[in-house]
């Protein structure tokens, strides 16, 4: 009897309140462009203070996706149209150089974020040793902002410098994937060649060579991996990973240049557990 | 081929139906001697409980291996693996009173039939081929495990003690058995507890890892509703530790069951329906393999896994004119998972783990009618049909991922629709009788078969990789029974043949990387064009007096596949022989059992040429009465001679057992 009343009373307040959870979704007064992000550091100068964001909420060795706002200090408004560009700089004892980086550009959808990318390719002892220069130009005044930054040292192996055969020095950097998983997975790699202690192009139309072991379980490998090929739609290299068990792995890699000539890497044979080229990843 | 044997089978099935002659037929007399080895009928079916066998305490699997057609693959001195027709459990169905119920162990270390004790069963209803479909659909045969009926008897209480001592190994075995049976209410509960060190083979070679210890209890309740209906529940418990595997890298810690059930029984002999029962049941199995008593091993691991199954039957009767139908309508649900996890030497690296079987559900649900029609006195015929849907999903998106490595078209589900079917004729005189049948099979692949991830077997040292995107595998057979009685010799022959269409078999993927340390490499399941497996067995005896008599038994097993390769685990030439003497109190028996050269061997599979064996055997016993209680002993030695041997059905050729002097103790209180 009472259950008859109760029943559809229920029905409506959850549907009611379903509606209304919909309802403030769709307000645009709160959408947080950083949501999601969590931030990193803020560089501050007299007239803006440039905050820094990532999935992690850290800079660390290795590819790192930035998303940064421009805050007015005077009108603590969130500016629009910058145009941005950036330098990170590693002070050694005797030199200094820079890293691989993208060019910075406007969110996709977003009105105050932009976004993009530096590869830490090593890091002091205690983090320290970074620093980086935000240059940048609104309504064609130009700024600077310069502050040290701290890069922790990631666990794996996710980045690698090294000099080819060629006489180059390159860099590769893991990008994907972020989260591994026992499958097939989408392996995506950037390779940058260092032209100048400042300057790290990204090189086209290489190969890289791919097999995954475990150390751990006598070298054992998975099947059907693919080589890492050239992708002109985002300039990265993609290859299929098959990871067949969570732990640590170890992607040996050679690298080959447009001739199929190898310029550096080492197969993995009985006598050679791992190529001179690796990256690692853990899961 | 396959529509035209269907449509044969359905025409058959047909005819029988519509055929009305008259004459009156009683059933086929079901032996249930325990002590003799040739009693194995097509649907053969022994009686447990009765103290006629060689050990009273003698384990399922030691019973089981009496029989003719079975086979026990040992892997330890626990655990044993039935194998009927050469085909093993993949191939077969094994079912307790019609339940389903699967291990949970990636390895076959959890046969169905380690689950249970002699004092939870009453009879063990053996299959040969088709004729074995009652339950569920196979190849090789049907093995059900039958729960003792209620009896209504007013006896009142009745209460046994068993104890058992055997010197080899020092195995110490004790149980305790309660039943009450009243008017209306019926209760039995038992139990029992075995416990045995690691055993020595022939000449005192210690076999280290294969102790074992093993609880079993169970209750089973009846009450009678009225005269024609009555409820039942039953409970088995069944948990084992410290198991012991020589054969296998790998011991077990943990194999623990429980097995529940609650039957619904209607009979009536003057209606349509002669009976009626239907029955929910559910079970649950755990089964944790470790290394942890192993001193040298590549990596350590553990490897758990699970097997729950909800299921139910509804089982009915009917008797007109000549036929006796009876139906069984089935279905179940299963959700097996089992997991690996590995611990690296090098403690800076973190766990490494994958799901074996990633989380397969199966469901099931199928029909089957059987009709025996007596043509006349003498004449007879069957034929049975099953017909099921099986489905299989992958539940764990980790497990469809990670199969996505080898396959990466297969989505998550698969069904299949599956048929099964036989006829037999049978001809029956007071001096001879023979029977033929042909039946028509088909089966799904197992867990291991269709989604096993990395299943190292330690048999061919090859990982496992299963595949889902198997055919279902077929096979039609044809069988011949006859007995001949002259006087006091009687002769019997029986065989059957195979001819297995898709038979399911690994094959090496050389592109593939073992992930076993250690291992060969990676076999995968695919399956051979056909395969053909044949057996046949010679039984004889002669009595000499009421009590003296002499039997024996040669057996002759056959199998190849399409690529003309012998298939494993095929039995080699087998006899045996007994010299039997009984009275009324005394029992005493001589036997000596061998294989022939293993010479069929398959050395892709992990086989070698197993040497020939014969060992001999005694066994006594005595019956004693008090007033009103009885005393049962059984005492004798296996293996007199301590010959040192295994056979091919041995994983990794581990010794079997040496000498062992054993004593049997049954206390009846009534």
């Not at chain 1, 557990?273 to 990843?281: K, R």
């Not at chain 2, 065989?495 to 250690?518: C, E, K, Q, R, V």
Request: glycine share 6%.
């Amino acid at each position: 009897m009472k259950l008859k009343y109760i029943l559809p009373i229920l029905f409506i307040a959850l549907m009611s309140t379903s509606c209304s959870t919909d309802e403030s979704n769709d307000d645009p007064q709160i959408v947080n462009e950083v949501d999601g992000l969590i931030r990193i550091h803020d560089i501050i100068n007299d007239t803006h203070t440039i905050e820094l964001y990532s999935k992690t909420g850290n800079f660390s060795t290795g590819y790192n996706a930035i998303s940064m706002r421009l805050m007015d200090n005077t009108t603590n408004l969130y500016v629009e149209d910058a145009s941005i560009t950036w330098l990170p700089m590693m002070q050694m004892p005797t030199m200094q150089h820079s890293s691989p980086r993208s060019s910075i550009a406007k969110s996709l959808g977003k009105d105050t974020v932009y976004e993009g990318y530096i590869v830490y390719q090593m890091t002091g002892m205690d983090g320290s040793g970074w620093s980086l220069t935000i240059d940048y130009s609104i309504a064609d005044m130009v700024y600077t902002a310069t502050e040290s930054i701290t890069v922790t040292q990631a666990e794996n192996q996710n980045v690698t410098s090294f000099m080819a055969d060629d006489g180059s020095n390159y860099v590769i950097a893991m990008i994907e994937p972020s989260a591994p998983k026992i499958a097939i997975n989408n392996l995506k790699v950037g390779l940058f060649r260092m032209e100048s202690m400042m300057s790290f192009p990204i090189v086209e139309d290489y190969t890289i060579a791919l097999d995954p072991r475990m150390p751990g379980m006598d070298n054992h490998t998975s099947s059907n991996n693919t080589d890492l090929s050239y992708s002109a739609a985002d300039t990265m290299y993609h290859a299929d990973l098959s990871l067949t068990m969570t732990g640590y792995w170890v992607l040996n890699l050679k690298l080959l240049n447009t001739m199929d000539e190898v310029l550096k890497g080492e197969d993995v044979t009985d006598d050679n557990n791992q190529s001179s080229l690796y990256l690692e990843l853990e899961f | 081929m396959k529509h035209f044997i269907i449509c044969c089978f359905g025409l058959l099935l047909s005819g029988l139906m519509c055929a009305q002659q008259q004459k009156s037929d009683t059933l086929n007399s079901i032996k249930k001697d325990t002590t003799k080895l040739d009693e194995i009928t097509v649907v053969g079916r022994r009686k447990l409980s009765n103290y006629r066998q060689e050990k009273t305490l003698s384990s399922v699997d030691d019973f089981l291996e009496k029989a003719n057609k079975i086979t026990m693959i040992k892997r330890g001195n626990y655990a044993w693996e039935p194998s009927i027709n050469n085909m093993n459990s993949q191939r077969l169905t094994v079912t307790i009173d019609g339940m389903q119920i699967f291990g949970a162990c990636t390895d076959k270390m959890d046969p169905i039939t380690s689950y249970v004790d002699v004092s939870n069963l009453e009879k063990v209803s053996v299959g040969s081929g088709q004729s074995g479909t009652e339950n569920g659909h196979c190849v090789g045969g049907g093995l059900d495990l039958k729960l003792p009926e209620t009896k209504f008897y007013e006896s009142g209480l009745k209460t046994s003690i068993d104890l058992g001592y055997e010197t080899n190994g020092n195995y110490r075995t004790a149980g305790l058995e309660l039943e009450y049976s009243g008017n209306k209410f019926y209760i039995k509960t038992d139990g029992i507890f075995r416990k045995s060190d690691n055993y020595d083979s022939g000449r005192n070679q210690d076999v280290l890892y294969s102790q074992f210890e093993k609880y079993n209890s169970s209750t089973q309740v009846g009450y009678k509703l009225t005269e024609n209906h009555k409820l039942e529940a039953n409970v088995i418990y069944d948990k084992a530790t410290d198991i012991g595997y020589p054969a296998l890298p790998m011991d077990v810690s943990l194999a623990e069951a429980i097995i529940t059930s609650v039957t619904h029984n209607y009979s009536n002999d003057s209606t349509f329906f002669k009976s009626l029962e239907s029955k929910l049941y559910f079970n649950t199995i755990t089964h944790v393999m470790d290394d942890s008593k192993r001193p040298v091993v590549a990596i350590r691991m553990d490897m758990p896994g699970w097997s729950n199954t909800y299921g139910f039957y509804s089982k009915a009767a009917i008797a007109f004119k000549n036929h006796e139908l009876s139906f069984n309508l089935n279905g179940f649900y299963n959700r097996s998972l089992a997991e690996m996890t590995m611990y690296p030497n090098d403690s800076n690296q973190p766990e490494m783990f994958m799901y074996t079987w990633p989380d397969i559900r199966t469901l099931y649900s199928g029909f089957y009618v059987k009709d025996r029609y007596s043509i006349n006195e003498k004449e007879s015929l069957t034929a049975s049909l099953r017909l099921g849907y099986h489905h299989n999903r992958i539940a764990k998106d980790v497990g469809l991922e990670s199969l996505q490595i080898f396959y990466p078209e297969i989505e998550d589900s698969k069904n299949r629709f599956l048929t099964s079917m036989a006829a037999d004729y049978s001809f029956k005189q007071k001096a001879y009788d023979v029977s033929f049948g042909l039946g028509y099979g088909e089966r799904a692949p197992s867990v291991s078969e269709g989604y096993g991830f990395f299943l190292f077997n330690s048999f061919d040292n090859f990982d496992y990789i299963g595949n889902p995107t198997l055919n279902n595998e077929k096979a039609i057979e044809a069988n011949i029974k006859a007995n001949y009685h002259f006087n006091k010799f009687h002769i019997g022959l029986e065989s059957s043949y195979f001819h297995i269409m898709d038979y399911i078999i690994g094959n090496i993927d050389p592109s593939l990387n073992a992930m076993t340390i250690g291992a060969n490499g990676v076999k995968v399941y695919n399956a051979l064009s056909h395969a053909t497996i044949f057996d046949v067995y010679l039984n004889s005896s002669y009595r000499f007096s009421k009590s003296l008599s002499i039997n024996g038994t040669v057996g002759y097993n056959y199998g190849k596949g399409s690529n003309d390769e012998n298939l494993p685990l095929i039995k080699p030439f087998s006899y045996l022989a007994e010299v039997g003497y009984n009275i009324s109190r005394f029992n005493a028996a001589i036997q000596l059992e061998g294989n022939g050269n293993q010479s069929n061997y398959n050395s892709f599979y992990g086989e070698d040429e197993t040497p020939q064996f014969a060992v001999l055997n005694l066994n006594l016993g005595n019956t004693f009465y008090t007033k009103e209680n009885k005393i049962i002993l059984k005492y004798g030695v296996d293996n007199m001679l301590d010959t040192n041997y295994s056979t091919y059905a041995d994983w990794n050729n581990i010794p079997r057992q040496g000498r062992n002097f054993y004593l049997n103790l049954s206390y009846v209180i009534r």
